[in-house]
């Protein structure tokens, strides 16, 4: 019993060793899935390698991007406020002037009827020549 227990163990550790996979020196094991990267290829390290630093690479542009459209938003809405800012103050003014000609024309008016109310009454104070 012995024997053949020993026979299977070994017949187990050949088949294990038979089907283990591993890549060459130099390579890396990529892609697949699961623990084993079932499916997985063997690739030269130092194109893992690359592969990593562009990834890098473009999350950090990517980042800068990101960055440098947010600063252009937030300039764009300054530029939006005081345009705003501007439109409200030129607004504002253009009232002011609107009422300061209403109130001279009231001041012109009023002006106006003193002037003929004093005219009405120096005509009949006047006497009449006959």
Same mark, same amino acid.
């Given at each position: 019993m012995?024997?053949?227990s020993t026979l299977f163990a070994? @017949?187990?550790f050949s088949l294990l060793s038979a089907t283990a996979f591993a890549?060459?020196?130099g390579t890396t094991?990529?892609?697949g899935? @699961?623990?084993n990267h079932k499916g997985g290829?063997?690739?030269a390290?130092?194109?893992v390698k690359h592969q990593a630093q562009m990834t890098k690479n473009e999350a950090g542009q990517a980042q800068q991007h990101a960055a440098k459209a947010k600063h252009e938003a937030v300039k764009a809405e300054q530029h939006r406020t005081a345009a705003m800012q501007k439109d409200v103050k030129q607004a504002s003014h253009e009232q002011a002037k609107a009422a300061a000609e209403t109130n001279a024309a009231k001041h012109e008016a009023a002006k106006a009827k003193t002037a003929a109310a004093h005219a009405?009454?120096?005509a009949q104070h006047t006497p009449a020549k006959p």
């Open positions: 012995k024997k053949i070994a @017949g187990m890549c060459p020196q094991l990529t892609g899935t @699961g623990p290829k063997c690739v390290a130092a194109t009405k009454m120096d």
